[in-house]
């Protein structure tokens, strides 16, 4: 049961209220809704098809719903209108306003969005999520409610375009850093004079070896003496 009003300050745009048929006249129908005054219900608000009397639709004593449309505290005025009001009127809608409704139709470019206006608006499928995808039916499904921001509205044309992906987190973007790890092989320490000669007499030792394929000699082979004699000089020089 709807909550009656103590005064027209306590009315609002769109408020749906109970009311009763006092009189039907040429211009409409005045509405008792429990107030100092009553309401007048148009002639043209009383229902959406076109009506030639009131009296053809209503009848004193009838129990009706209506709708606030304007109040006049000053005037002690108040229109109502037995239409039910659009959730959204034009001159309500604007650039930025976020809404919520349900997906109505789905086509290959899109999604159509009920959000209470005269006409759904459209969720271009550029506008519907993050990235690429093949089809609306990829992220929605017919009757789905979703939440759309307004990013242009035509009233002469009766066009909302609206987004999905406004309201959307972005997808954090992977920042890739490319690092050549480039591994090197520890540097050899240059050897010295002495060292190098030592190895490469070492070296001539180890091919006189294999040459004499493991032959006894009993004397020392050239490359044993000079093998003995750099290491007698190394014992020199570290003294």
Known sequence: MDAKPKSLDDLTPKEKLNGTVVKTMLAGAVVDIGLEVPGVVHISRIQKEPVNRAEDVVEIGQEVDVWVRQVFPERKRIELTMIEPLGLEWREIRKGMVAEGKITRLEKYGAFVDIGAERPGLVHISEIAHGFID????????????????????RRRKQIKLSMKALQEPPQKAVKKVEQVIEEEPEEPVPTAMEAALREAMERSQNGESKTNNKKSKKPSASSNELEDIFSRTLNQDK
């Not at 609306?136 to 759309?148: H, I, K, N, R, Y």
């Open 135 to 154: 089809s609306p039916t990829d992220v929605v499904q017919e009757g789905d409610d979703v939440e759309v921001q307004v990013l242009s509205v035509n």
